[in-house]
């Protein structure tokens, strides 16, 4: 199709669109046709400038056909106006020319402009939206300016998106969005040059979101951070690590484990060092870099980092585990033993049996009952008939009842109809009770075990709900037993 022609056709199909929004009575069966009949003429139009040189009054009345349909009031005439500059022909003076339409728009057109241009992805538009940002207090109009930056912008416009993350919602999601967006080989530096001057909340969010642009080179920055004295940026840098880092990083990361305060922060500090050390492709190696971090450590935070070792396991971290369990001072003993206690995986399990019957120390006895119901039902490589019998076998060794639970708790790991049969006479004692039903309703959740065995778990679901009082486990219930499903509520990764 010619581009006179083209430009004839589009300003004939307009008319005729105008013309039936107008009458009721034909609208609702024929606008969206027409609709469509503009945007197919537009493209069509759009392709033919793309393959030949357009003169110049041609291609303004293009801009200004497209321009008046992003300004009319007709949302109809908008949406095809927007899909223009979306897909037209990638034109810089286009470009400038549609954002410089920006300030003269309703908030309604302004939104679907920069959403428009954003996908457009030319960043002649850039200026227009920092002006625009300067002028406007509207939150979704602001948004909506936040979200264009992430394809539009450029490493100056980091401490814009900086400053609204302390924001409205709206605007620090668009913010932190458009941060992990944003292309560029300064942008790493542009967000380290702002992260010393925010606050322990705001280096929180940047850590991640360097971390989530797999930004490597910022890494000796937050083994740095690993030792704020604030928790808040410590926690972040770790977990941060913990995505990226690898086995050249663990050194520097052992510091990061001995200024976590004990208790939950030093529990994931430890785990991020553990990723780091998995990411070894040899996995007779994993454990390397931190044994020789270890090296020259005071005896007190040898102590601290042994147990860490024993949660990346392997034969060599065995060895050195054994050794501080044998020796003669009780306190590397205890050391030790919370390093088994740490152990990946349920290859250490005749070795807590042992030492469980050896201990004369409740604490230590109940310490290593604690590690063998948590390893216990572990998927690996074992049936899970072993599994479960070893399950079994750790529950006997129990003298409380909150021991139990955990076992009935944990069982729930192993999806097996006999893991079903096992929960059942729990759920007659109201001391366990409640833990089962939990149990039942988790291993009803997975369809593929349900369905096969529906009988017998109707008849589970039946005694749950006559005899649960959580309400979480009486809804399940309900849903598993007509076959539908239950969404499991988000836990963000901040929780």
Known sequence: MPRTEALESVALVTKVLAVVKRNPQYRLNCHRIVIALVAIVLAIMLLDWRLAVADDNQQDELIKMVADLISGEDKDFRAVGFESVRSGAKSAEATRHFAALLPKLSPESQIGLLSALADRGDREARPALITLISMTQNEAIREAILRAFGTLGEAADVPVLVKSLSASQRERTASHISLKQLQGTEIANAI???????????????????????????????????????????????????????????????CGVLRAETGRERDEAERAIVSACLRNPDVTAQAAPLIQAMQGLAAADAAVIVGTLGRVGGPDSLQIV?????????????????????????????????????????????????????????????????????????????????????????????????????????????????????????????????????????????????????????????????????ERPKVTSKQ
């Not at 929180?204 to 910022?218: G, K, N, P, V």
């Not at 050391?335 to 469980?356: K, Q, Y």
């Not at 749950?464 to 849903?479: D, G, P, Q």
């Open 192 to 254: 380290l040059a702002v992260l010393p001057t925010c606050s322990a909340e705001l280096q929180s969010d940047l850590l991640e979101i360097l971390a989530d642009r797999r930004e490597t080179t910022t890494m000796p920055v937050m083994i740095q951070a690993a030792v704020n004295k604030d928790a808040i940026v410590r926690t972040a840098a770790m977990r941060a690590l913990s995505k990226i880092a690898g086995p050249e990083q663990v050194a520097g990361m052992v």
């Open 322 to 486: 054994e050794t501080w369990i044998k020796d003669s001072d009780a306190g590397k003993q205890q050391s030790g033993l919370r390093a088994l206690c740490n152990w990946p995986n349920a290859s250490i399990v005749p070795r807590l049996l042992e030492l469980f019957q050896q201990a004369d120390l409740p604490a230590t006895r109940a310490m290593l009952l604690a590690a063998l119901i948590r390893v216990a039902p572990l998927p690996d490589e074992r049936p899970n008939q072993e599994r479960l019998a070893l399950l079994e076998k750790t529950l006997l060794l129990c003298q409380e009842n909150d021991d139990r639970n955990r076992v009935i708790e944990r069982a729930r790991a192993i999806r097996t109809i006999e893991t079903l049969r096992f929960l059942l006479p729990f759920v007659e004692n109201p001391v366990t009770s409640e833990k089962a039903c939990g149990s039942i309703v988790e291993l009803a959740h997975h369809r593929d075990l349900r369905e096969p065995n529906k009988l017998e778990f109707d008849k589970a679901l039946d005694i749950v709900l006559a005899t649960s009082k959580n309400a979480e486990s009486l809804e399940r219930a309900k849903r598993y037993k007509i076959g539908q499903t239950w």
